[in-house]
Nanobody, 127 residues
Framework: QVQLVESGGGLVQAGGSLRLSCVAS????????MGWFRQAPGEEREFVGA????????HYADSVKGRFTISRDNAKNTVYLQMNNLKPEDTAVYYC????????????????????WGQGTQVTVSS
């Protein structure tokens, strides 16, 4: 079992930065690939970025590529999402999620494949 708690959301002006953190409890964190998703009001939940359990592989949605960076510290059971040059269209609730996989390099952009989810943290970008 893995429990996930996100933090770091808030209100920021366009062009600003935020760093989201997701702390995992449970001993299986290092066997999990991690993903970040977001959901804006009235919209479907969408993939933002993912990182393999070792950190060797990352993948991003085109809409955030070059602006967002995902990383993890397995010693701290934490995954991060550094968000730079934020835009109003980045406004959403951001969720971290974990999928169990011991395959190095494995990541998924499909939310249905994820086994555990955090409660979400609100990010609001003003213009």
């Amino acid at each position: 079992q893995v429990q996930l708690v996100e933090s770091g959301g808030g209100l920021v002006q366009a062009g600003g930065s935020l760093r989201l953190s997701c702390v995992a409890s449970g001993r299986t964190f290092t066997n999990c690939a991690m993903g970040w998703f977001r959901q804006a009001p009235g919209e479907e939940r969408e993939f933002v970025g993912a990182i393999s359990w070792s950190g060797s592989n990352t993948h991003y949605a085109d809409s955030v590529k070059g602006r967002f960076t995902i990383s993890r510290d397995n010693a701290k059971n934490t995954v991060y999402l550094q968000m730079n040059n934020l835009k109003p269209e980045d406004t959403a609730v951001y969720y971290c999620a974990a999928v169990r996989s011991s395959l190095d390099g494995y990541i998924s952009t499909n939310s249905a494949r994820y086994d555990y989810w955090g409660q979400g943290t609100q990010v609001t970008v003003s213009s």
